[in-house]
């Protein structure tokens, strides 16, 4: 009951930092000393921490670096990190590697209680402060790390933000638990590099064997879902580079008992991309954004992802669900190829001819066997209209019905 929780359960945005390779064995203890001292020195010279009122402040030191909670808004450890970037750069420039100070952090927002240690001073337990330990324990030299609610809160915040602050994917701790998380990195601070360790990288269930196959999967069993329909609009945004913008609108029904909380996705391409690279955009029937939950596959080319539902898809509904998946990849390859996870009763594909294009040709493709037959049926061509007047583009168009989970078709154009 609420009147049970504790009056010094707080919540704090946690900043936890410390020195990489302090530990060395060769590094003297006075080197260690120093090293230590200026840390400290170059935090309380960051603005973030001078201008930050001492009573909303929480600041444990822990020997080779310290933990600071900070009371008020989320955006405090983020400017923290990034001044702290600035003022050891400054420091580093010009010194012996030996006697650089290289530093991993990690950010957290979470519940802390209120403790006194065994002299009677101010400390804290408590998730928010424990998991942001294993976030910063996660990360390399450079890294800033961040648990997923504090990285979402921020990128809502604003743009820039959301330009910083890019999702990796699931990592698992030594205590066997699984974080997805953020990194922040930009000019002069972060590491853009992925962090080395316990990364959970799942095996592909969606892709298959077929490099440019995608599709999208429920998180459930396929005899439980359908697809009524799905339709795949392609424009080629640039001639030159084959840079193609793709909008699948999928309309989903739940056959089963159980509800469908979330949609796992998967991306194959055919030039390597970082998972922010690709501009992915996934909204529900009424333009909501769904939010990312897991990102367990991000190699260059392949992705594997997780939306999760704004309300869960239920056998009863009579309304029609969809959800929308954007996305922007070069296709050098001049083709398109979908798989099917999951049956599907219409499948509509619309590819928007730019000038001297031919029009597109469509092929069944055997996943087992790599055989590739041409469709009896091939794209019908329409003139685009737009606000009323036909534009220059004209748009092939391809309609298949009652496919059956294991189809793959390719789209070739030249």
Not at 155 to 176: A, G, Q, V
Not at 192 to 199: D, E, G, H, T, W
């Amino acid at each position: 009951m609420v009147s049970d929780i504790s009056p010094n359960l707080v919540h704090a945005n946690f900043f936890f930092v410390d020195i990489v390779g302090l530990s060395d064995p060769s590094m003297s203890t006075m080197i260690q000393i120093k090293k230590i001292k200026m840390l400290n020195k170059c935090i309380i010279s960051c603005e973030a921490f001078k201008r930050t009122p001492k009573d909303t402040l929480i600041v444990l030191p822990t020997g080779d670096g310290m933990a600071i909670g900070f009371l008020q808004g989320p955006e405090l450890p983020l400017r923290l990190a990034i001044e702290l970037h600035a003022n050891l750069a400054k420091y580093n420039k010009g010194r012996l590697p030996a006697e650089t100070i290289r530093i991993r952090i990690g950010i957290h927002s979470g519940p802390v209680f209120l403790v006194k240690d065994i002299l009677g001073n101010n400390n804290v337990w408590g998730p928010g402060i424990i998991i942001a330990r294993r976030i910063m324990d996660i990360g390399d030299d450079g890294h800033i790390l961040l648990g997923r609610r504090i990285a979402e809160d921020l990128r809502e915040i604003s743009d820039e933000y959301k330009s910083i602050i890019r999702p990796l994917y699931d990592y698992t701790t030594k205590h066997s638990q699984k974080l997805f998380l953020y990194t922040a990195c930009g000019r002069g601070f972060g590491n853009a590099r992925l962090p080395n360790k316990n990364s959970n990288q799942m095996s592909s269930a969606i892709v298959g064997a077929r490099n440019k196959a995608i599709s999208s999967k429920l998180a459930l069993t396929s005899s439980g879902t359908i697809y009524p329909s799905l339709e795949v609009n392609i424009t080629i945004k640039n001639l030159k580079t084959m840079l193609v913008h793709y909008k699948r609108v999928y309309e989903i029904r739940n056959l089963s008992d159980e509800p469908i909380y979330e949609v796992v996705h998967g991306i194959a391409t055919d030039v390597g991309k970082r998972f922010e690279e690709l501009n992915v955009k996934v909204t529900d029937e009424d333009g909501l954004p769904l939010m990312i939950s897991s990102i367990p596959i991000d190699k260059p080319f392949q992705k594997e992802f997780t939306t999760i539902f704004n309300r869960p898809v239920v056998s009863s509904e009579k309304e029609r669900r969809y959800y929308t998946l954007e996305y922007d990849v070069e296709e050098t390859g001049k083709y398109f190829e979908n798989y099917f996870a999951t049956n599907c009763g219409r499948f509509v594909v619309n590819i928007e001819l730019r000038s001297r294009m031919k029009i597109p040709v469509v092929y069944e493709v055997n996943i087992e066997t790599d055989e590739v037959i041409k469709c009896k049926t091939q794209p019908i061509m329409n003139r685009k209209l737009d606000s009323g007047h036909a534009s220059r583009f004209k748009v092939a168009k391809w309609v298949r019905r009652d496919i059956t989970k294991g189809q793959s078709f390719r789209f070739q154009w030249t």
